[in-house]
Nanobody, 116 residues
């Protein structure tokens, strides 16, 4: 069965860095695009970053371009989100997501709090 397990969240000061990880299982990880979403306080869930299979083409929300980097390690079935120069508005629960067949799978999320 498909499982996505996020980790790496926590409290970080503005301007600091954090790296989130999502370990996937139950499917051929290297064949699927992987996404990071987030939902902040009082906000709708939004796509933060995505990465394709094979060529590792990446896309980012305008709000995080130049600060966040998505990457993947297919040998470890893991997708990462490197968060640099974080801002208070980055505070959110971050979720890993994949579409497999007709179904959408989500991790349980990891909380990132950016505060001084």
């Amino acid at each position: 069965q498909v499982q996505l397990v996020e980790s790496g969240g926590g409290l970080v000061q503005p301007g600091g860095s954090l790296r989130l990880s999502c370990v996937a299982s139950g499917f051929t990880f290297s064949s699927y695009s992987m996404n990071w979403y987030r939902r902040g306080p009082g906000k709708e869930r939004e796509l933060v970053a995505a990465i394709t299979p094979l060529f590792n083409t990446t896309t980012y929300a305008d709000s995080v371009k130049g600060r966040f980097t998505i990457s993947r390690d297919n040998a470890k079935n893991t997708v990462y989100l490197q968060m640099d120069s974080v801002k208070p508005e980055d505070t959110a629960v971050y979720y890993c997501r994949v579409f497999k067949g007709v179904k959408e799978y989500w991790g349980k999320g990891t909380l990132v709090t950016v505060s001084s």
